[in-house]
């Protein structure tokens, strides 16, 4: 089955500074790749994802990056707020409603 | 956009007893549900995977007789924990997909077993 990791677990940056997470995946057969934000306690909220068909996709301050080739996909968040702290999980699916498989989490922390 | 209503919220139950959790699409048809389990600082585990009218699908090492799906209709799953034990207590979260916005997740519910 598909297997997702995600590094680093814990990433501290100051206010303004960039924050990137990595994640790869195992199966070629996946195809869609959505980001979460989960605060405590809530359930995660996706706020952005991307398809095999396309290498990037950005939403204001988000971007996410997709390399099939290498298997590996990246969360870049810009201009970090103290709001933007919270637990951001990776995953990856076949689509077509098939199941989920989230990478272990990031703990991200914007300083003031 | 697509909305799935998890109840309860929270739960604090006694050792051997039954929970039972549910999950609701409000405005679309859930043709399949997920089932997750996290625990304190951990990662989302997908227990089960439902269809309306069909048995669940667990994933290796969840135990079904312990941990029963009922996916009787397209706007409602539930999940009964069986016979719980401390080492159940975990949030239990559902997610839905059935529409245009991928996966829909429920609220969540914290279980506490005492």
């Known amino acids: 089955g598909e297997n997702v990791e995600q590094h680093p677990s814990t990433l501290s940056v100051q206010e303004g500074d960039s924050a990137v997470i990595k994640c790869t995946y195992s199966?070629?057969?996946?195809?869609?790749f959505p980001w979460y934000k989960q605060e405590l306690g809530k359930r995660p909220q996706l706020i952005i994802d991307?398809?095999?068909?396309?290498g990037e996709k950005k939403d204001q301050r988000i971007a996410v990056t997709l390399n099939k080739t290498a298997k590996h996909f990246s969360l870049h968040i810009t201009e970090t707020q103290p709001e933007d702290s919270a637990v951001y999980f990776c995953?990856?699916?076949?689509?077509?409603?098939?199941?989920?498989?989230f990478g272990t989490g990031t703990q991200l922390k914007v300083e003031l | 956009g697509a909305v799935v209503s998890q109840h309860p919220s929270w739960v604090i139950c006694k050792s051997g007893t039954s929970v039972k959790i549910e999950c609701r699409s409000l405005?679309?048809?859930?043709?399949?549900m997920f089932w997750y389990r996290q625990f304190p600082k951990q990662s989302l585990m997908l227990m089960a995977t439902?269809?309306?009218?069909?048995?669940?699908?667990?994933e290796q090492g969840v135990e079904k007789d312990k941990f029963l799906i009922n996916h009787a209709s397209l706007t409602l799953s539930t999940l009964t924990v069986t016979s719980a034990h401390p080492e159940d207590s975990s949030f239990y979260i559902c997610?839905?997909?059935?529409?245009?916005?991928?996966?829909?997740f429920g609220s969540g519910t914290r279980l506490t077993v005492v």
């Open positions: 997610s839905a997909t059935g529409t245009e916005y991928g996966y829909t």
């Open positions: 199966d070629s057969a996946s195809n869609y």
């Open positions: 991307i398809r095999s068909n396309v």
């Open positions: 995953a990856a699916s076949t689509g077509g409603g098939n199941k989920l498989t």
């Open positions: 405005d679309f048809q859930a043709t399949t």
């Open positions: 439902s269809n309306e009218g069909s048995k669940a699908t667990y």
